[in-house]
């Protein structure tokens, strides 16, 4: 019998649950590596969907090979129509994430290789939901504004092209840039939460869509994804606090956290934190909006010295906290901001679904099923007596 290993309460933090050829941290350099490149690399030179595709298969796609898979997602961006119609029918302050979440399954129903299990079969399937769930989030946020969702324009970007669905607004060149490299900041960070929920549910031989499912609803925890939503909610808090420092010392006083600071990886500046940081400088200089990236560095660095004073240096931004004000600034309302993680972590998920399904035999990982220790009532092997519910008395 296998020996039992106790790492009971720690989020299984320092436990290497499998292999992945995917991505790599190193946590005390502040580096993150997509497939061999570094994320720096990638966001210089590459496009979203060149990422994804390397992501998917392991290498940077040749220009063929980036021509095809862009003309496959050009070709699943239309959402199939009965979704579309029932997202008319559902409750118009319903949150964006319960609705990517519960959207997923509705696209599973249309699927046509759901039933093949063949890596193929799950590179088209991670390639229609890289290609439709920015569509399902720009429809459900006109929908519920009472608009028409827009067809896709075939002579954009995956980043313009989610603008323009959105916003119903042609964005410039720079803007769609821009968002594009925020995709490819957070296209994929190794065994996350949610990429294990997905992993997990991978294990079971579970298809795509149910996997990706799972992600999306670990996704938006606020000690996950959801913090950048709760990062901008402190800015705008605190867009006229003129005690910064006392609003820090209060807030670590009573316990509370700071959101978008702190990570279970890095001990040192989240190396996309660096990165979103000059965007949110540079978007609030174009813009006249230069009060988002003071007012966030304010608080970092209150929040670092605070931390450093405890001996807590590693507590540092992550890449929630500049986020933030860069979707801002962008024009994103606050509770799509994790769905546009969603849009586009969706590219790691698959690739991670796809390696938990189609490892080399040697480094296949098995059904995950973890122990846990029983603390609860317990009367012996025969169990407690049981008693009909006129024998219970209240608690
Ligand atoms: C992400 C996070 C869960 C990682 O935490 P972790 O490093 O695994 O460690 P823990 O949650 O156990 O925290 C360790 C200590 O640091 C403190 N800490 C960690 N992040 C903190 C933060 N953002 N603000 C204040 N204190 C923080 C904890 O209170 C804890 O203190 P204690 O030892 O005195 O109890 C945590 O940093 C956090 O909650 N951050 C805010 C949410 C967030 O931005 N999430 C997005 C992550 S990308």
């Known amino acids: 019998m296998a020996q039992q290993v106790v790492m009971k309460n720690t989020g299984l933090r320092g436990v290497a649950v499998a292999d992945t050829k995917v991505s790599f941290i190193d946590g005390e350099k502040g580096i993150l590596i997509y497939r061999g490149f570094r994320i720096e690399d990638l966001a210089e030179h590459s496009t979203f969907l060149e990422v994804a595709f390397l992501l998917l298969n392991g290498t940077l796609p040749t220009r063929k090979e980036s021509s095809d898979f862009e003309a496959q997602v050009l070709k699943a961006r239309p959402l199939p129509p009965y979704l579309l119609e029932s997202l008319r029918h559902w409750p118009r302050e319903a949150r964006p994430m319960d609705v990517l979440q519960a959207s997923v399954p509705m696209l599973a129903m249309a699927e046509p290789e759901l039933a093949e299990e063949s890596r ?4 088209g399937m991670a390639t229609r939901l890289i290609a439709r769930i920015p569509a399902a989030v720009a429809a459900w946020h006109r929908i519920r504004q009472g608009l028409d969702p827009l067809p896709p324009d075939d002579s954009l970007s995956h980043a313009a092209n989610f603008l323009w669905q959105l916003h119903g607004k042609k964005p410039d060149d720079e803007a769609a840039h821009d968002l594009d490299v925020c995709l490819i900041l957070h296209a994929d960070h190794t065994f996350n939460a949610s990429t294990f929920a997905c992993r997990e549910v991978a ?5 795509m869509y149910a996997a990706v499912t799972a992600g999306i609803g670990a996704l938006s925890g606020s000690l996950h994804g959801g913090a950048n939503a709760e990062v901008m909610k402190m800015l705008m808090e605190l867009e006229n606090e003129k005690d910064i420092p006392g609003w820090v010392a209060s807030r670590l006083q009573s316990g509370s956290r700071i959101m978008g600071m702190g990570h279970a990886v890095y001990k040192t500046m989240d190396p996309r934190a660096k990165y979103l940081k000059q965007m949110a400088q540079r978007l609030g200089k174009k813009t006249g909006q230069s009060r988002w990236h003071e007012l966030s560095t304010e608080i970092e660095q209150t929040a670092l010295k605070a931390f450093a004073e405890k001996g807590k240096t590693e507590i540092q931004p992550n890449v929630d906290f500049f986020s933030a004000p860069v979707y801002h600034i962008m024009g994103i309302p606050r509770d799509l901001m994790t769905p546009i993680f969603a849009i ?13 399904k189609f490892a080399e035999a040697q480094e296949k990982p098995q059904l995950y099923r973890p122990q846990a220790e029983y603390v609860g009532r317990y009367c012996g092997l025969m169990g407690c007596e049981w008693e009909p519910p006129e024998a219970r008395t209240d608690a």
């Open 120 to 123: 193929g079969a799950n590179v």
């Open 203 to 207: 294990s079971t031989r579970a298809h």
């Open 344 to 356: 586009s972590r969706v590219s790691g998920w698959c690739s991670h679904i796809i390696e938990e």
